[in-house]
């Protein structure tokens, strides 16, 4: 076989493990996954109404142009149809994108710690990664920007990031967008956009016309609680996605998922309701963790990374065998700490007993 050289060693994405894989191994009979960032509400009761009744043919292709969903997602942005991009989650888009723009002989740049899936794409494509650590959690944009040369072709910010959950306030971004060369693609990578509360951030959506480099990234699969459909989509100006949508594959939104979001996306008020539940949970942990002097980075999402002054792997390891999964550190570039998805009031209560309990064997609280 003829492999590319760029995937010989390279090994599978490793999702986090499955509720049922635990409860099997583990003999639980509950398990409480907090590894993932799903929504721990689920998506809008309008959706499971409408399923319920819903019939489908099973035996014609999609729309592969998402006309109806498209027509909706553009009426909740005030964008044209004709700026959206559509993909089989964004995961699909970052590959639409790297496979787009990036072959060897090019470089890209992304943070580091981030989204594993940049790096993972670019090295498919065969492109330099230049990797640029983190400053407090956030993008260090003016590393970013002096790392740029005219072998770049895409820059990756994640905002939040993820795993850190730290956003890019509005003055600091326009002012890199500002100075990035407009032959190089930005990617703003937006799938927690709808937990952000710091108020130094707005709604980015605008930036699309102010920069023609720019493409915008988000997701139905976080707040929207929408994960089992995968559907994300990209925003950007009318050529910037003329360009890449002869790189999407046909028909990679299912005639379930289009229809899901139709409805999903009506329903604003659900959306509100679990960004004001996911903040309380927010201050659950961040007063745990002030409580007992563990470390966290201020996050804008559904998620926290929080400190836990001992091995990452050990305190994931034993609070899955007391019924909770979360995400070790050490998968994510950050050693010595956790990232748990904020859950309900009592899922956030349960975990952090476990947490005690581990932390005072581990000798962590005295």
């Not at 492999?3 to 390279?10: D, H, L, S, T």
């Not at 959506?205 to 139905?220: A, C, E, G, K, V």
């Not at 748990?340 to 952090?352: C, D, F, P, R, S």
Request: glycine share 8%.
């Amino acid at each position: 076989m003829k492999w590319k050289e760029q995937i010989k060693g390279m090994q599978a994405y490793q999702p986090g493990k499955s509720i049922d894989a635990v409860k099997r191994e583990f003999g639980l009979a509950e398990i409480v996954k907090l590894a993932s960032n799903e929504n721990p509400f689920g998506c809008s009761p309008k959706v499971h109404e409408f399923i319920a009744k819903e019939s489908i043919n099973f035996a014609l292709y999609p729309d592969g142009y998402a006309t109806d969903m498209r027509a909706a997602v553009a009426e909740h942005l005030g964008v044209s149809g004709e700026e959206l991009i559509f993909g089989n989650g964004s995961d699909e888009l970052i590959s639409i994108i790297s496979r787009a723009l990036l072959h060897p002989g090019v470089n890209t740049i992304m943070g580091n710690p981030t989204f594993s899936q940049y790096a993972l794409n670019a090295r498919i494509e065969g492109a330099k990664i230049i990797e640029v650590p983190l400053k407090d959690g956030n993008h260090d944009l003016d590393t970013m920007l002096k790392k740029i040369d005219d072998n770049t072709a895409v820059v990756w910010v994640c905002s939040p990031n993820n795993p850190t959950g730290v956003v890019i306030e509005d003055t600091t971004l326009k002012a890199f967008l500002d100075q990035v060369p407009k032959d190089v693609l930005v990617v703003l990578d937006e799938a927690y956009f709808e937990y952000v509360t710091n108020p130094n951030h707005k709604n980015t959506i605008s930036y699309i016309h102010d920069y023609s480099n720019l493409i915008i990234l988000r997701t139905f699969s976080k707040a929207y609680g929408l994960a089992a459909f995968r559907v994300g989509y990209g925003i950007a100006n009318k050529e910037l996605i003329a360009k890449l949508d002869p790189v999407r594959g046909p028909f990679n939104n299912t005639v379930l998922s289009q229809a899901v979001i139709e409805v999903a996306i009506q329903d604003q008020e659900y959306i509100e309701k679990c960004r004001e539940e996911n903040t309380k949970g927010k201050k659950q942990i961040e007063a745990y963790c002030d409580e007992h002097g563990l470390h966290y980075f201020p996050t804008d999402t559904n998620f926290i990374l929080m400190e836990v002054k001992t091995d990452s792997d050990v305190v994931f390891q034993k609070l899955m065998q007391r019924g909770f999964i979360i995400r070790s550190g050490n998968a994510l570039g950050a050693p010595g700490y956790i990232r748990v998805t904020i859950g309900t009031q009592a899922q956030n209560e349960g975990l952090l007993a476990q947490l005690t309990a581990i932390l005072e064997e581990e000798g962590v609280f005295a």
